[in-house]
């Protein structure tokens, strides 16, 4: 059974910084794109980042300049750095994996538990 699992978020001050990791783990032959998307109180979910298997990048306008998604492909693993954080950044925050696991005939996506980030003073 694939696994995604999220750690690193936690309450940070405006201008504060933190770093998201997401590890995939089971029966995996290949991950393709990887992402994060987050959901904030009574908003609709947003990708904030991906980054494809060759390590292009995609953001949302409201995070560019300030975030930076990477992967560890030997790790099976995504990162999302987040820089100048503001209150406005705060929300659930879910890794995603687009993958061919042992599982299924055809890659689809996988989701992780959702970790919380909050930015207040």
Not at 6 to 9: K, T
């Given at each position: 059974q694939v696994q995604l699992v999220?750690?690193?978020?936690g309450l940070v001050q405006p201008g504060g910084s933190l770093r998201l990791s997401c590890a995939a783990s089971g029966s995996i032959f290949s991950i393709?794109?990887?992402g994060w998307s987050r959901q904030a109180p009574g908003k609709k979910r947003e990708v904030v980042a991906t980054i494809t298997s060759g390590g292009s990048t995609n953001y949302a306008d409201s995070v560019k300049g300030r975030f930076t998604i990477s992967r560890d492909n030997a790790k099976n693993t995504v990162y999302l750095t987040m820089n100048s954080l503001k209150p406005e950044d705060t929300a659930v925050y879910y890794c995603y994996a687009n993958?061919?696991?042992?599982?299924?005939?055809?890659?689809r996506n996988y989701w992780g538990q959702g970790t919380q980030v909050t930015v207040s003073s």
């Open positions: 999220e750690s690193g978020g393709y794109a990887m993958l061919q696991s042992g599982e299924g005939l055809y890659p």
